[in-house]
């Protein structure tokens, strides 16, 4: 079964400082996705980033990177240059990939919330 | 880019009353739309997968008959909390996925219904 870990409930950045959110996985899938949602306050869920297991490099989003690490299984979301309003809580999750499956669920892990000071 | 619309976003009602939430993918086609719920500072755990015109599948312990999910179109699935109780009260938000969906979509959410019973 698959399993999203992140062991950080909460951090503090300092306002234009890069912070690094931890996240680990377990899946016996060799296929599979990861992905990074930020929830703000207002409860939305807002995608930021996707990693696929077969991917060579780590992905990029602007100011949002993963350092993915296969033999680790570690997908950390890295951003860059804080800003207040990145404020929110951050979520891991992870799809396990069976092309042509029509039930490929999203689970996620249990969130770090971070708070950027100014 | 996907617009996924759940209404209403905030239910405040008595016990013993049932509520129906909508899930409405505005600008593209959803065979599968993910149910969840969130308690406070905590993570979204799925609920359900309804797949249109078929009977949605429920995570382990989540009562079907308290639970109501239909999905009768493309672009529309219902979540009805039959006679609410206090413990019921929760964030439940709708997530919905692309006909020809593939693999490193994200799902697109809804931003969620804050549901009281008082």
């Known amino acids: 079964a698959q399993k999203i870990t992140q062991t950080q409930p909460g951090m503090f950045v300092q306002e234009k400082e890069a912070v690094t959110l931890d996240c680990t996985y377990d899946t016996s899938d060799p296929s599979y996705g990861l992905f990074w949602y930020k929830q703000p306050s207002s409860g939305e869920m807002i995608f930021l980033i996707y990693q696929g297991s077969y991917d060579q490099q780590n992905a990029t989003e602007g100011r949002y990177s993963l350092n993915f690490q296969k033999a680790r299984k570690s997908a950390n979301l890295v951003i860059s240059a804080s800003q207040l309003g990145d404020s929110a809580m951050y979520f891991c999750?992870?799809?396990?990939?069976?092309?042509?499956?029509?039930?490929?669920?999203?689970?996620f892990g249990t969130g770090t919330l971070l708070a950027v000071q100014p | 880019g996907a617009v996924v619309s759940q209404h209403p976003s905030r239910v405040i009602c008595k016990s013993g009353t049932s509520v129906k939430i909508e899930c409405r993918s505005l600008d593209f086609q959803a065979t599968t739309m993910f149910w969840y719920r969130q308690f406070p500072k905590k993570s979204l755990m799925l609920m359900a997968t309804?797949?249109?015109?078929?009977?949605?599948?429920?995570e382990q312990g989540v009562e079907k008959d308290k639970f109501l999910i239909n999905h009768a179109s493309l672009t529309l699935s219902t979540l009805t909390v039959t006679s609410a109780h206090p413990e019921d009260s929760s964030f439940y938000i709708c997530s919905a996925r692309e006909v020809g969906y593939y693999s490193n979509q994200p799902q697109h959410f809804g931003d969620g219904t804050r549901l009281s019973i008082l």
């Open positions: 999750a992870m799809r396990e990939l069976f092309y042509g499956g029509a039930t490929n669920k999203l689970i």
């Open positions: 309804s797949n249109e015109g078929s009977k949605a599948t429920y």
